[in-house]
Every structure is written in structure tokens, then in C-alpha cells.
């Protein structure tokens, strides 16, 4: 088990730079999720720190050792990808075992290594079965396998449940999870997926078109964003951005005349010091943090136009007065609103938060 450290890495495909100076340190025996949409460079990065992908500029380090002109099979790390490209006419324990047997490893320790990376993974039953024998969550299964036969240093996995359905994902995630637990071994894990970073995350690092935009606990990103981007990827359903007019500001409070909704003022905090009198903001409130009028005082009327009930939870989608700015209200179990009512909805104190009109945080 190792550190990774990051240095100033850049990576250019032809004359365009997809990765953009990025410094990061990953503790030994932290998982650490990179996030982030569609094309930003999740994998260019993780590819970077196996050695699959030379960076056009920086260092990268494992366990403390400059690794950057290092081959793939120097540096020690164990990739797990999307498709888990298993041999399809080798065994469970075949397909476990094969890379270590090219290796030359001698046969009685392959077979150790099988036999204890099948019994963390839940495979020894399935040891003697080919992999058209076995579940899209078994092959990836067998497929993780391969990699903590090889003992490496870090575990790097580019969206390795994205295959999955819905159900077998959740599994999957659990699993993971607890072979983190168990190992206790540093790993980096790509994802689109905010649920699959929150659940699994020490740390995640939220990447945006080649730049880290923010890093921190699933929880600090989610209470505190530094900008609206950050803001409306972690969380789901995504978090309200309303817009609105500062009206007072009293320390750490401001007051904000909403635009498209009828209501008073509403109370929002602010981080800094930033934001006058008259500036136009968006304010941002998650679905859950709306509550019960009855509760803390009307903050907005809106008219409902869809109610969706979960029945755990329901979601309210509802619109302002111009009919057109929408927002989604999360209700605690069964919903009594009715599609097309008019609803008057509280806030709950110290949950909105507000972002200028460059989508800095307030
Ligand atoms: N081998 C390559 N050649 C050219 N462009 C690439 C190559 N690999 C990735 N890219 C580009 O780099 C950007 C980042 O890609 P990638 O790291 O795969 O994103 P992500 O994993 O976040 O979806 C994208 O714009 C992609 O088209
Ligand atoms: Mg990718």
C-alpha cells in the first residue's frame, strides 16, 4: 500500500490540453473519488497515475518513488475497468490466477492468492464456473479479483459498475466498500455517478473540464460548495438555484427579494463578505431543506405541477409566478399536495446559501 501524489500534471491530446495543472495527494489507505461530468478527464487522469497515459507535464509519485517514466507493470497499481474483459474459456480460478502464472509465479502461491481473494470476494463457489456462468455482478466480482490477487499498491477503478443495473450497482457498491474496509488499501475510483462518490468517498475531488474545482469530505462538499457547479453535481435530486435580489445584509445573514416567487424576504447565509445591497444572486436551497410552512413561516408560494410519490419521500415539482423558474420541493413521506395547487412553502433556517453572478459562493 502506498501514497499517490500528483504534480502539476497536464496532459494535451494534439494541440488540446484536457488536463490543467492538477496537484493532489492521496493518503496511504484513502479512497479517493474522482467526479466529475462526462469528458472532464476522470479517466485521463486516473490513466495517468497507472502509467497508461504519459502526462505532457508533472511528476507522478507512488509511495514516495517519482514513477513518471515508469511503465504500467513497474508502478505496482491494479486497474479495474467498466468492461471487465474476462477470458471467456478460463475458469473463475483460471482467469483469478493467469496474470500471476505469466508472471511466473510459482503455483502453490497463485493458488494462495486465489483461494484468499475468492474467499474476500464471495467466489469460492463459483471458482470452477466460466464467466457466461456467472452474473454481470460476478464477473465484475472476478474482475476486482484479478487485481487484489496482484497485492498492488493501489487500487485504481474507472467506472467499474457502470455495466450494472440499477439493483446490482447498489450491491456492487456495498461490496466495494467493505473490501476497502478489509484490505484497507488506498484506492482512487472514477465515477459520474454523485451517489457512487458520496457512498464511497473518504475524500472526493470534483474535476471539471481538466481542473480539480473542489476537494473534501462527501459531506463538506454537499453542506459546503464552493460554487454552483460543485453545488448542483453532488446531491440528488440536484439543489434549487433561485433567483433573487440582496435586500439587507446583516453579518453573516442576508436578506433576498426572490424574483420569481411571491413571498417576504428570505434569510440566506453567507461564507464571506462578499455581496451588496441591490446585487442580483442565486440562491441555492436542496430539495430536503424546504419544509412545512407551519413550521418556520412562509418563504415562497409556488403552484405545483407534478407530484411524484416515492413513498418514503415526494418530490414536488413546482414553478413561480412567471410559471417557467421552476423548483423541487422533497416532502417526507406521502405527499397531500395536489397537482396544479397553489402551496406555500418555509425554509428551513441557516439551509440556503447564495452564489454571485460568476457562480461563486456568497
Ligand atoms: N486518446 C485520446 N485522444 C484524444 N483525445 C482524448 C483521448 N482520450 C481522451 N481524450 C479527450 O480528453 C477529454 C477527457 O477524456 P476522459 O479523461 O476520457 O474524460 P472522462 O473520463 O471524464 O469522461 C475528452 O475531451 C476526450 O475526448
Ligand atoms: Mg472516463
Do not use: W
Amino acid at each position: 500500500m502506498a501514497e499517490l501524489k500528483l504534480r502539476g500534471i497536464s496532459k494535451s491530446f494534439g494541440a488540446v490540453k484536457v488536463i490543467h495543472d492538477v496537484d493532489l495527494d492521496i493518503g496511504d489507505g484513502e479512497f479517493v473519488v474522482f467526479v466529475g461530468p462526462s469528458g472532464c478527464g476522470k479517466s485521463t487522469l486516473l490513466r495517468t497515475i497507472s502509467g497508461l497515459e504519459e502526462p505532457s507535464a508533472g511528476q507522478v509519485l507512488i509511495g514516495g518513488e517519482d514513477v513518471t517514466d515508469f511503465d504500467p507493470s513497474e508502478r505496482g497499481v491494479a486497474m479495474v475497468f467498466q468492461s471487465y474483459a474476462l477470458y471467456p474459456h478460463m475458469t473463475v480460478e483460471e482467469n483469478l490466477g493467469f496474470g500471476l502464472r505469466m508472471g511466473g509465479m510459482p503455483k502453490d502461491q497463485v493458488s494462495e492468492r486465489v483461494t484468499s481473494a475468492a474467499r474476500v470476494l464471495e467466489l469460492t463457489e463459483l471458482l470452477k464456473r466460466k464467466p457466461r456462468q456467472l452474473s454481470g455482478g460476478q464477473r465484475q466480482r472476478v474482475a476486482i479479483g484479478r487485481a487484489i490477487v496482484r497485492q498492488p499498491k493501489a487500487f485504481l477503478f474507472d467506472e467499474p459498475l457502470s455495466n450494472l443495473d440499477a439493483e446490482l450497482r447498489v450491491q456492487m457498491r456495498i461490496e466495494i466498500a467493505k473490501l476497502h474496509q478489509q484490505l484497507g488499501a488506498t484506492m482512487v475510483y472514477v465515477t459520474h455517478d454523485q451517489v457512487e462518490a458520496m457512498t464511497l468517498a473518504d475524500r472526493i475531488v470534483v474535476l471539471r473540464a481538466g481542473k480539480v474545482e473542489q476537494q473534501g469530505s462527501p459531506i463538506d462538499l454537499y453542506d459546503n460548495p464552493d460554487n454552483i457547479f460543485v453545488a448542483g453535481f453532488i446531491g440528488s435530486p440536484r439543489m434549487n438555484f433561485i433567483e433573487g435580489t440582496i435586500s439587507a445584509i446583516e453579518g453573516q445573514e442576508i436578506a433576498v427579494s426572490l424574483t420569481a416567487f411571491d413571498g417576504p424576504d428570505i434569510r440566506v447565509r453567507r461564507r464571506g463578505s462578499g455581496g451588496a445591497v441591490g446585487d442580483r444572486i442565486s440562491v441555492g436551497i436542496r430539495p430536503e431543506h424546504f419544509a412545512d410552512a407551519s413550521q418556520y413561516g412562509i418563504a415562497l408560494t409556488a403552484k405545483a405541477q407534478v407530484v411524484e410519490q416515492l413513498g418514503g419521500v415526494s418530490y414536488v415539482y413546482a414553478v413561480g409566478r412567471d410559471d417557467a423558474t421552476k423548483v423541487t420541493i422533497q416532502q417526507k413521506g406521502h405527499s397531500r399536495i395536489d397537482s396544479g395547487a397553489m402551496i406555500e412553502v418555509g425554509i428551513e433556517p441557516g439551509a440556503a446559501i447564495a452564489f454571485d453572478t460568476d457562480g461563486l459562493r456568497l
